[in-house]
Nanobody, 124 residues
Framework: QVRLVESGGGLVQAGGSLRLSCAAS????????MGWFRQAPGKERELVAA????????YYADSVKGRFTISRDDAKKEGFLQMNSLKPEDTAVYYC?????????????????WGRGTQVTVSS
């Protein structure tokens, strides 16, 4: 089993940038598809970006496409979410997640390993 810990959240003005990190420990990260989810108050958790294991293929929700970039460094057991041109509607708790199941990397329901989340607040 892999364990995930997020960092890098904080308060930023609209138009600013943040870089979230996800540190993994335990099992090799290479076996896992990785995703970043977010949950705003009163809303359901949504998958905003995902990256496939072993193949450099990525997925982005329409709401973040062109602004967010997901990446990973399996050797260092780290994942990242670069967030640019942030908007107040990006305010949420962001979660790093992983799954090693034989299911698509952008299948939100496949994710079964979660970090505790990091708060991102974008002020207008």
């Amino acid at each position: 089993q892999v364990r995930l810990v997020e960092s890098g959240g904080g308060l930023v003005q609209a138009g600013g940038s943040l870089r979230l990190s996800c540190a993994a420990s335990g099992r090799s990260l290479r076996d896992y598809s990785m995703g970043w989810f977010r949950q705003a108050p009163g809303k359901e958790r949504e998958l905003v970006a995902a990256i496939r294991r072993r193949v450099p293929e990525t997925y982005y929700a329409d709401s973040v496409k062109g602004r967010f970039t997901i990446s990973r460094d399996d050797a260092k057991k780290e994942g990242f979410l670069q967030m640019n041109s942030l908007k107040p509607e990006d305010t949420a708790v962001y979660y790093c997640a992983g799954h090693s199941q034989p299911r698509p990397y952008n299948d939100a329901r496949a994710y079964d390993t979660w970090g505790r989340g990091t708060q991102v607040t974008v002020s207008s």
